[in-house]
């Protein structure tokens, strides 16, 4: 949806299960709220991201 929509992207190696689902996208999310830019939105940093960045 909308003008930079896309379905996503596939990190390599990534395993995560359901248990350890919570941690990982606080890790995320605190990389993401270090890492971006001034008005970057979640899509477009990860879209620029580090594979170590998303893992």
């Given at each position: ?5 896309s ?9 995560t ?12 999310l ?26």
């Open positions: 949806m909308g003008l930079t929509a379905f996503g992207k596939k990190v390599r190696g990534l395993k299960t359901a248990d350890e689902l919570p941690d990982y996208v606080e890790r995320v605190r990389r993401f709220q270090v890492q971006k830019e001034d008005g970057e939105s979640f899509a477009a940093w990860v879209g620029r991201a580090d594979e170590a960045d998303l893992k």
